[in-house]
């Protein structure tokens, strides 16, 4: 593509399209750009067409294409071609940042993201000038400018907070604080300067204060893996300007907004966690600020109103305490009663009560609701707050803290018995000190491990929280309901069996309740005590127990998803899927229902694939419930197969993405359970699984290939004597695969399916070119991943055409191969196999060399003779050798850049583990020793005489054990 006017005229044309919210009209434009990005220039295009149309809809349109084509296209994968030219990447690092900083904010913004998206993969190597760039605008006095360098920055090394430490890492932080801390710390100082010539200038002050914020976010990204010489030496002026600005205040900067943080609370809120890092990493250099910092923090949460914009301020306020409790040498500044009480008093029970903002977003915005409340994305509330603040008082003072929120919780709960339709908050304050004072330890998979002892929570559950549980009417005190479900989750591995039996109808009755929190919080607890394990690790509550709960279980589940806003609720779809798979056979005669409500589900959001966890459980409901099914009644596979081919027909034709690796993973399961040839409904479908496109797309290369395999062992006759001309496609796939370092072992998988099951007369002209790719890719790229499926496969092609077509097939391609490859790679390499039933395939590929090939007898190859089985036993007998070169690292599917949808497994659809031999080799030591005990009868004398030679003496008396066991001698 050239820079010309044509071009960017038919870009703006496209671009223009995209935002068109007409599917018909937006998609081919989409996949208009997606088709042309390949080319040259095509990213210098959107960069002119975004200056050329400043100011407009078409230039933020342009900037976002942009920025989400670099974050696709930038990273350069090992085996995958380099997306974009070097002429392009050149260009583009070289104009980005002046683009960026004299663009206006909202564009600013992305590109921003894209300077730290290209940063992130050649900064500081291969773009080592960025920096300089950077820092140099710093002199320019303009604060635009200024903060879009501070924005960038920002996006650049905030991944410092959470990289592990390296080598690299160190090196790269140590560049930058070179080159970044020394005019940042300036910076700092001269805006706080600015600041205070400028106190009353409204608009000036808005622009140097988001200066600040940004300036404190990168003090934390650039001290959170250590504490660098320079900001150790600097923390006078950094401490001191922190304190004053967190005891600072200015009318000006205040906001009328009751939600929104204005940018004085942003700028608080940053100080806090800057002194919380401190605090906890650096407590001793931290030390000499720390009272005045407690006292600053202090003053701030007792003079801080409720309002929701202050949420983060106070929330970072208090984790400041929590940390700071929490370290044994602080624990002077906490230890009067007094001190206790007041913290408990003033800043704990009025951070737990639930405000009106809580009571909106629980009605009007419930998906926020619970993915603060439940999920743990949390962190950033008062309550949760105020909850890590009681763990950390507890932890040094745990007797006084109890006795002081007792005494609390009697009382907020004989005020909501007062009157409980005006009082219903007090109790609700109660329930959540009681759980933040008991639960000391938790785990997403056992909820509470560790409890406060001096709190008794199953007396506590029956007389406060079963109540509300058991209230006839599930629609109102919903708040309570969904507090006493969160109560069971939350103690789920503390409270009695008998107690958990009693909520479980309670809970599916609260799964018919209006509100989406109490609904969800229901299918969310059902879910997590169905999971839980007896001492006998089968599962607590089992089948039998839920008999007569079955019906109403999955009627209410299905029903939940009816009301408006549950639609597609993954909480509880996942409880569909973890009810089907506890009970089994039971939900056998709902299946046929069952079935057409969860098609009709998947062709609804198949339309618009917005939430992939609900989506992914879907999909796992609808092979438990295949395989539930079709394991008591085989023959109701075609039914499965008729009411789900009509949706993923539907899904193939319109190519949703996000759903084909789940389509080819449900078609493997179906096929897989066929006893006869495969039914013509998917041969019709074979040819188009071939075709390149499909195996573009990496989240599809997994369940494609499981899914050519479910052909190849089911219907390779059908495929042979139909299909022959398919052949050389198949083998252009494994061709593909093979070259690619992530997708060797896919190219293995269906290999060995094709030489397992195949008819040798369909794939006899093709063996010797599949040999020579495989000595190509081990020439060019050997890694052990290839090595170690290399091995299993050339012993399983070993197993089923025997050691004599191996030998042939080698010195075929290049005289004395044979000998080359057990000297060079199966002797050194053997050990490196892992896998039973691998291992398995090649100690009889290893025995079939060892005593079924005469060439092994009588030639040059005998000399390998004895360090061959010697290499054998040692697979059998020695520790598996794990070790990879330091030169080798794989890229794993799942990390591999894009959009494009990654390959989700599915757990209940599963491949069972399969064993080419099989039952014709039981143990493969018996079957060495049988086999060498034949050999040694059809050449007498020959095998002792070249064990006597230079055989390992421990390797002999592991073969004489073989021996023994298996009731032969060597003659």
């Known amino acids: 593509m050239e820079l010309s006017e044509a071009n960017l005229q038919t870009l703006t044309e496209y671009l223009q399209k995209t935002l068109d919210p007409d599917p018909a009209v937006r998609r081919p434009a989409e996949k208009f750009l997606e088709s042309v990005e390949g080319n040259q220039n095509y990213p210098l295009l959107l960069l002119t067409l975004l200056e050329k149309s400043r100011g407009t809809v078409l230039s933020v349109c342009a900037a976002v294409t942009f920025k989400n084509y670099i974050k696709r296209n930038w990273r350069i994968v090992e085996d995958e071609p380099n997306k974009i030219c070097e002429a392009d990447r050149t260009a583009i690092k070289a104009s980005i940042v002046h683009l960026m900083l004299s663009s206006e904010e909202q564009i600013q913004r992305q590109l921003s993201d894209a300077i730290s998206i290209i940063g992130r993969e050649d900064f500081p190597q291969k773009w080592p000038d960025l920096l300089t760039e950077m820092v140099n605008r710093f002199q320019s006095g303009d604060f635009h400018v200024i903060n879009g360098v501070l924005h960038t920055a920002h996006s650049l090394f905030k991944r410092y907070r959470h990289e592990f430490k390296s080598n690299e890492l160190w090196s790269e932080i140590k560049l930058v604080l070179e080159m970044f801390a020394q005019p940042l710390t300036c910076l700092f100082k001269a805006t706080i300067e600015l600041y205070q010539s400028h106190v009353n200038d409204k608009s000036a002050l808005k622009v140097l204060f988001s200066s600040l914020i940004l300036i404190t976010k990168l003090f934390y990204s650039l001290n959170f893996q250590d504490l660098p010489e320079f900001f150790e030496d600097n923390m006078e002026t950094w401490m001191t300007n922190f304190h004053h600005l967190l005891t600072l205040d200015n009318k000006l900067l205040q906001t009328d907004d009751e939600e929104e943080a204005g940018l004085l609370e942003m700028l608080k809120s940053q100080i806090c966690d800057n002194a919380a890092l401190y605090a906890q990493k650096y407590d001793e250099e931290f030390q000499p600020y720390l009272p005045q910092f407690v006292t600053a923090i202090w003053n701030l949460l007792v003079t801080t109103g409720q309002q929701v914009k202050y949420d983060l301020l106070v929330s970072n306020a208090i984790q400041f305490l929590a940390s700071v409790c929490e370290r044994p040498h602080y624990k002077n500044l906490f230890e009067d009663q007094n001190t206790l009480t007041s913290i408990c008093e003033k800043v704990i029970v009025p951070n737990m009560e639930f405000r009106s903002a809580d009571e909106d977003a629980f009605e009007d915005n419930p998906e926020e609701y619970i993915r603060r409340d439940l999920e743990g994305s949390d962190i950033d509330t008062r309550r949760r707050a105020a909850c890590d603040l009681v763990r950390g008082l507890c932890k040094f003072f745990e007797g006084p803290v109890t006795a002081i929120f007792s005494g609390y919780v009697s009382s907020m709960l004989q005020e909501y018995t007062k009157c409980p339709s005006t009082n219903w908050k007090h109790k609700d304050a109660a329930i959540y000190l009681v759980?933040?004072?008991?639960?000391?330890?938790?785990?997403?998979?056992?909820?509470?491990?560790?409890?406060?002892?001096?709190?008794?929570?199953?007396?506590?559950?029956?007389?406060?929280?079963?109540?509300?549980?058991?209230?006839?009417?599930?629609?109102?005190?919903?708040?309570?309901?969904?507090?006493?479900?969160?109560?069971v989750m939350i103690f789920r591995s503390r409270l009695p069996k008998e107690q958990l039996l009693a909520a479980v109808p309670l809970l599916i009755n609260l799964l018919q309740s209006e509100s989406i929190v109490v609904h969800t919080y229901a299918a969310?607890?059902?879910?997590?005590?169905?999971?839980?394990?007896?001492?006998?690790?089968?599962?607590?509550?089992?089948?039998?127990?839920?008999?007569?709960?079955?019906?109403?279980?999955?009627?209410?589940?299905?029903?939940?998803?009816?009301?408006?806003?549950?639609?597609?609720?993954?909480?509880?779809?996942?409880?569909?899927?973890?009810?089907?798979?506890?009970?089994?056979?039971?939900?056998?005669?709902?299946?046929?229902?069952?079935?057409?409500?969860?098609?009709?589900?998947?062709?609804?959001?198949?339309?618009?694939?917005?939430?992939?966890?609900?989506?992914?459980?879907?999909?796992?409901?609808?092979?438990?419930?295949?395989?539930?099914?079709?394991?008591?009644?085989?023959?109701?596979?075609?039914?499965?197969?008729?009411?789900?081919?009509v949706v993923f027909t539907e899904i193939l034709q319109n190519d949703v993405q996000e759903f084909i690796p789940y389509v080819f993973q449900v078609m493997s399961l179906l096929l897989e359970m066929h006893t006869s040839d495969i039914p013509?409904?998917?041969?019709?479908?074979?040819?188009?699984?071939?075709?390149?496109?499909?195996?573009?797309?990496?989240?599809?290369?997994?369940?494609?290939?499981?899914?050519?395999?479910?052909?190849?062992?089911?219907?390779?006759?059908?495929?042979?004597?139909?299909?022959?001309?398919?052949?050389?496609?198949?083998?252009?796939?494994?061709?593909?695969?093979?070259?690619?370092?992530?997708?060797?072992?896919?190219?293995f998988y269906l290999l060995s399916s094709i030489i397992e099951n195949m008819p040798p007369d369909s794939v006899s002209q093709y063996k010797k070119q599949i040999f020579i790719l495989l000595f190509q890719r081990l020439q060019n790229s050997k890694t052990t991943k290839f090595v170690k499926s290399f091995l299993v496969f050339i012993n399983l092609f070993c197993v089923k055409y025997g050691a004599i077509a191996l030998q042939e097939m080698f010195d075929s391609i290049q005289p004395k191969m044979f000998g080359m490859v057990l000297e060079k790679i199966f002797i050194p390499e053997i050990q490196k196999v892992s896998g039973t039933v691998e291992k398995k395939i090649c100690a009889v590929g290893i025995t079939k060399i060892l005593t079924e090939c005469p060439a092994m007898m009588d030639t040059e190859y005998t000399k390998l003779w004895t360090p061959l089985l010697q290499a054998q036993i040692g697979l059998f007998e020695l520790p598996e050798d794990d070790t990879i070169p330091d030169d080798e690292h794989f890229i794993d599917i799942e990390d591999t850049p894009g959009y494009q949808a990654a390959f989700s497994q599915l757990a209940f659809a599963g491949k069972k583990d399969h064993d080419p031999i099989g039952e014709t080799v039981g143990n493969p030591k018996i079957h060495l020793a049988q086999s060498l005990h034949k050999l040694s009868t059809a050449c007498p004398g020959r095998v002792p005489s070249m064990l006597s030679t230079n055989m390992n003496a421990e390797a002999l008396q592991y073969l004489q054990g073989y021996l023994q066991a298996a009731s032969v001698t060597l003659v």
Request: net charge neutral; with cysteine.
């Open 435 to 487: 759980t933040s004072l008991a639960s000391k330890g938790q785990t997403q998979k056992h909820g509470t491990t560790q409890a406060n002892e001096l709190v008794n929570l199953t007396e506590f559950f029956i007389n406060h929280i079963l109540p509300d549980l058991k209230s006839p009417n599930v629609n109102e005190f919903q708040v309570l309901k969904a507090d006493g479900i969160k109560y």
């Open 524 to 645: 969310h607890a059902l879910e997590r005590i169905f999971t839980m394990r007896g001492e006998d690790n089968t599962t607590l509550i089992n089948r039998a127990e839920m008999a007569q709960l079955v019906e109403p279980l999955l009627t209410n589940l299905f029903k939940a998803m009816t009301v408006t806003g549950s639609s597609e609720n993954e909480y509880v779809m996942k409880a569909i899927m973890r009810s089907f798979s506890l009970l089994q056979e039971s939900i056998v005669p709902y299946v046929p229902t069952l079935i057409s409500q969860l098609t009709q589900k998947l062709l609804a959001v198949s339309k618009n694939p917005s939430k992939p966890h609900f989506n992914h459980y879907l999909f796992e409901s609808l092979c438990l419930a295949v395989k539930i099914t079709c394991k008591s009644n085989p023959t109701a596979l075609q039914s499965f197969e008729e009411a789900l081919f």
């Open 680 to 747: 013509l409904s998917y041969m019709s479908l074979f040819p188009h699984l071939l075709q390149p496109v499909l195996w573009e797309r990496t989240g599809n290369i997994p369940p494609l290939v499981r899914l050519l395999q479910a052909y190849l062992e089911r219907g390779a006759n059908t495929i042979t004597s139909t299909a022959a001309d398919k052949i050389p496609g198949l083998l252009g796939v494994f061709q593909k695969l093979i070259a690619s370092k992530a997708n060797d072992h896919q190219g």
